[in-house]
């Protein structure tokens, strides 16, 4: 069965760190793109970042970039997002997923392009 397990989140002040982790499982991970997303009260889920399979193709959303760092341990079966610099704008749940493509060489942040999303891990920032 198919299952994600994303865990880190929590409540961090502004200009604090935290990491992200999520553990995939039920099928062969390192086949596949896995993307970060983010969903904030009252907005729409964003993308925040991507990672392909091999790890040759990220991207991120530009209001993240140079703050967070996306990074995948496919032993692991773990995909990690580092955020760094942490703002209040910054709080939302925060959700992996898997592309539905396999080997794609360049990773993206359209949510149409997922298609199995984990539960989702608060993250706070906030005095």
């Known amino acids: 069965q198919l299952q994600f397990v994303e865990s880190g989140g929590g409540l961090v002040q502004p200009g604090g760190s935290l990491r992200l982790s999520c553990v995939a499982s039920g099928f062969t991970v390192d086949h596949y793109t896995i993307g970060w997303f983010r969903q904030a009260p009252g907005k729409e889920r964003e993308g925040v970042s991507c990672?392909?399979?091999?790890?040759?193709?990220?991207d991120y959303v530009d209001s993240v970039k140079g703050r967070f760092t996306i990074s995948r341990d496919n032993a692991k079966k773990t995909v990690y997002l580092q955020m760094n610099s942490l703002k209040p704008e910054d709080t939302a749940v925060y959700y992996c997923?898997?592309?539905?493509?396999?080997?794609?060489?360049?990773?993206?942040?359209?949510?149409?392009?997922?298609?199995?999303w984990g539960q989702g891990t608060q993250v706070t920032v906030s005095s």
């Open positions: 990672i392909s399979n091999s790890g040759y193709s990220i």
């Open positions: 997923a898997v592309a539905g493509v396999q080997f794609r060489p360049m990773c993206v942040m359209t949510t149409h392009d997922y298609i199995y």
